[in-house]
């Protein structure tokens, strides 16, 4: 099963934070998605990886956390008891407490756009395409072709020096 | 009960984004991006933070819902809109017929084209020129100064130029952070090899992207841009055919760019010679190139000529009249260009036709039928001198906030005060309406249909999507029912009776060469919109303009010899530092719209002044703190942050929230601009009360009124 998730090209955010506004909107107020600045030099959006082995499913001690068919991990809002044990075990930490409900929230790719055949909000707001929504596999091979292209090309320059003979 | 999505542009800065209000029976539910929509400026329905957030200022909870009237400052009593047109009218008339100049108007750039033509026209049948709107403050270097070099004061490409071009000069301008869904076409760019050359005082955002950063200090424009022609000229890198066949004047450029070496443009700017020479020869090889503007380069004593200074580089270069090249000043408003088109301008009738033409004014004469002032009017910043030589004693001000967005702002809330009369048309209240006579309430962008023009000359039509609250109305009905009040109220284009907004379309189509074409069924039909100009119904529109000829009287461009000016105000002992404005992603103009929605001032909550390490370790002063800035004109209190994203002896501070007390109304000779980006200004470290004591003073950027009763 090809599994799509949120993928960041960093070196294209401009730290506008329209995903995060986008995220807000879509999920009654809570941003699941946060843009961090680094340096003062680059920003970076970070968001639920919705990680292969993913240590939030495994910790959950009510099965609150389970995979849809897309692959990504959402929470069933039913089955949680607010416990934090996602939050601790998170690598990123990105499981948060509603301070209301006082269960917990996370990123579900936006499963109500998904359904209509939409990407998530944040991605598609991304004014400079630094989100992208895929297939991991797909990406590290369109990244791999660019590269190729390019390196054809300044080879194909350097040969076209040496034939004049600089 | 429908849930329909309806088509919109969105209300923010000058990109002209298009995106989809989800309403039932006209109330809000959501927006969704216009993915599906070919062709527009924003390429997948992309939006930016502001643009994610439009429902939320429309649904803020002090909107303007009846008419006021004023019993003393800030007081407001409810009347109804039959008193309130009734007195607005007989007062205007009252004042023309004493003297048409004592009234100054004020269009917007906030609002439709059909708006902005129906102030314009209601100035001009009372018998005055004096109409004006903000673009004065932000591009009215671009008009004068792009009319003098290539006949016309518009962008001269388009976004699609940009993402085409080889090498892209960013001036004067936070592209990712003031135009976020405009920045992606330079990141298109770059990613197929084009080269981004950025000059700012600041390291910006827009900087992070840079191949070359030039850095150079606030108001040395000139000094830069100067630089960059002479390594062109000397290392002969110009496009000589496109020099001599299409443009005049390159030797006196020859002359006056002699001097400006790269040492010595180095001693002036601070930016290292070797990245001058670097930048020139980057610019001027490069096949294909684009230079973009915005406020930094505008807000000027010397806008003016920094203008025609860029269009000679790009001129000189032959980057003109060719697809992915151009000129490209970014517009910070959705509707700066289209307000300037339909002549809320006190010099110039639709269609850029000057008053003083008396030709021009003839056929509007007859086209209104009515007698015309052939005297050009008065500026914002004019008018606001004006009150005190007794000269101007009415304002109409339409969706504008002088007193936080016009410079000096501490002289303009005196004026206010000595005005006699003031109505203010707008959809919140702002610290301008506080000194109303009579408030108008206005339905907001999305709740009125209406076309507007983008900063790439595209005109682009939004339909109502959402129902306006209480008794607001569009803009376009007030105007047309105080026309008509007024005693226009003659059939056609003589007077003022519109039964909808596409009605003064047609009568802008009647008279506005470059709108010919640009039929309200053509624009409700193509949602992409068409670029002018478009001379008849059949034409689709101008993508690049100049492929011929240029729009000067001989056809040719014209390019600018100017020596080097620097900011009228410069640092001394008693005033150290150096000034300068800027702006955040997430706030818009004066925040009238931004401040009040949550998602916004969440993430951008308060302003904060940028200020080097080194300076700030003299001072004493730390990230967060509070400090006082002040200049010859005012004082403001503000927290700093630490940067080295400015140069030593810089201080940025953001405008949004009122920091033009500061700032300096000098104004430029020509294109009227005050110099808002530089002055001189001093620096201490105070206390948190005292900074409350401080801001106290200053008007309160969104102000509660009061609504008594009788």
């Known amino acids: 099963m090809a599994r799509k998730t949120i993928f960041i090209d960093f070196s294209k955010c401009i730290e506008c934070r329209a995903c995060e506004v986008a995220c807000e909107r879509e999920h009654n107020g809570m941003s699941f998605i946060n843009v961090f600045e680094w340096q003062e030099m680059a920003a970076m959006a970070l968001n639920c990886r919705h990680c292969e082995k993913a240590p939030c499913v495994e910790v959950c001690p009510t099965n609150a956390l389970y995979r849809d068919d897309d692959g990504a991990v959402i929470l069933a809002p039913q089955k949680c008891i607010g416990c934090l044990m996602c939050g601790i075990v998170c690598p990123f930490g990105i499981p948060e407490l509603d301070l209301i409900n006082k269960i917990m929230g996370k990123c579900d790719l936006c499963a109500h756009r998904r359904k209509e055949g939409k990407e998530p909000a944040c991605v598609a707001t991304c004014p400079t395409d630094a989100l992208i929504y895929g297939d991991f596999d797909e990406i590290q091979r369109e990244r791999r072709e660019k590269f190729t292209e390019k390196a054809i090309e300044v080879a194909k320059k350097a040969e076209k020096i040496s034939l004049l003979g600089v | 009960m429908a849930e329909k999505l309806i088509p919109v542009v969105c209300p923010y800065c000058g990109v002209g984004c298009r995106l989809y209000i989800r309403a039932v029976d006209g109330y809000p539910v959501n927006i969704e991006y216009a993915e599906d929509l070919e062709g527009i400026s924003n390429e997948n329905g992309k939006l930016c933070p502001k643009g994610n957030a439009v429902l939320e200022y429309i649904l803020a909870k002090d909107r303007l819902k009846k008419p006021l009237k004023a019993k ?38 906030r609002t439709f084209n059909e708006p902005n033509y129906l102030i314009q026209k209601l100035a001009r049948m009372l018998g005055t020129n004096n109409v004006d709107h903000c673009a004065r403050l932000c591009h009215a270097p671009t008009v004068s100064g792009l009319k003098q070099v290539f006949g ?69 424009d000139i000094a830069l841009i100067n630089g960059l022609i002479h390594v062109i000229i000397k290392e002969k890198l110009y496009d000589a055919k496109f020099v001599r066949e299409r443009c005049v004047g390159f030797d006196e450029v020859v002359k006056a760019v002699e001097k400006f070496t790269p040492e010595y443009v180095e001693k002036i700017t601070g930016v290292p010679a070797e990245l001058i020479v670097e930048a020139a020869r980057t610019f001027a090889t490069a096949g294909k190139g684009v230079i973009t503007w915005a406020m930094g380069l505008t807000q000027h004593t010397h806008g003016h000529d920094n203008v025609r200074l860029l269009g000679t580089l790009s001129a000189i270069c032959g980057y ?94 005196k004026a206010l005060q000595k005005l006699e009369f003031m109505v ?68 056609g284009s003589k007077g003022f009776r ?33 670029h002018w100009p478009c001379p008849s119904e059949d034409h689709p529109g101008t993508r690049v303009l100049y492929k011929e000829r240029f729009l000067t009287p001989d056809g040719k461009a014209h390019l600018a010899a100017v020596d080097y000016r620097g900011p009228v105000e410069l640092p001394d002992e008693e005033y150290p530092f150096i000034l300068t404005t800027m702006r955040y992603v997430g706030h818009y103009h ?121």
């Open chain 2, 152 to 220: 016309a004061g518009a962008m001269t490409n388009t976004y699609k130029d940009i993402e085409e071009a080889d090498v892209i000069f960013i001036i004067g301008h936070n592209y990712a952070e003031t135009h976020p869904v405009g920045f992606r076409y330079v990141l298109k760019a770059k990613e197929r090899g084009a080269k981004v050359i950025v000059a700012d005082p600041r390291f910006t955002r827009t900087a992070w992207f840079a191949d070359i950063f030039l850095q150079h200090y606030p108001g040395t």
């Open chain 2, 590 to 710: 004066t925040i009238t719209m931004t401040g009040r929605s949550e998602a916004l001032v969440k993430r951008w909550p308060e302003p904060l002044a940028e200020i080097h390490p080194d300076d700030a370790a003299k001072l004493g002063i730390k990230t967060g703190d509070w400090i006082k800035i002040e200049t010859r004109r005012g004082v403001y209190a503000i927290k700093a942050r630490v940067t080295r994203a400015v140069k030593k002896g810089v201080i940025a501070v953001p405008w949004h929230w009122g920091a033009n007390v500061l700032t300096n109304d000098a104004l430029d000779p020509v294109a009227k601009i005050p110099e808002t980006k530089a002055c001189a200004c001093r620096v201490t470290k105070i206390s948190e009360k005292e900074a409350c004591e401080i801001m106290k003073k200053l008007p309160n950027p969104i102000p509660q009124i009061e609504i008594v009763k009788g």
């Open chain 2, 424 to 491: 203010v048309q707008d959809i919140v209240p702002t610290p301008t309406l506080e000194f109303a006579d009579i408030v108008l309430p206005a339905a907001a962008l999305l709740e009125n249909e209406g076309s507007l023009t983008n900063t790439e000359r595209r005109v682009q039509w939004s339909f109502a999507a959402v129902k306006p609250p209480g008794e607001a109305r569009p803009d376009w009905w007030i105007l047309s029912e105080v026309g008509k009040a007024v005693g226009f109220d003659r059939d």
């Open chain 2, 320 to 413: 003109q009249g060719r697809e992915g090249c151009g000129c490209a000043p970014m517009r910070g408003q959705n509707n700066v260009q289209g307000a300037c088109d339909m002549a809320a301008l006190p010099n110039v009738f639709p269609g850029y036709q000057a008053v003083t033409d008396p030709e021009k004014r003839k056929f509007f004469e007859e086209f209104w039928g009515v007698e015309l002032s052939g005297e050009v009017g008065l500026t914002v910043i004019e008018a606001a001198h004006a009150i005190d030589k007794g000269k101007v004693k009415a304002y109409y001000v339409m969706g504008e906030n002088p007193v936080i967005s016009d410079a000096n702002a501490n002289h303009v809330i």
């Open chain 2, 72 to 109: 003393e400052q800030g007081k407001f009593v409810e009347i109804s809109w039959s008193e309130a047109i009734k007195e607005v009218a007989e007062r205007l008339k009252a004042y023309a017929k004493d003297d048409p100049n004592q009234l100054m108007f004020f269009g917007s750039a």
């Open chain 2, 498 to 530: 519109y039964n909808e907004a596409a009605d003064v379309l047609r009568e802008i189509n009647a008279c506005t060469p470059q709108y010919r074409g640009i039929t309200p069924e053509r624009l409700k039909a193509n949602l992409a919109g068409i």
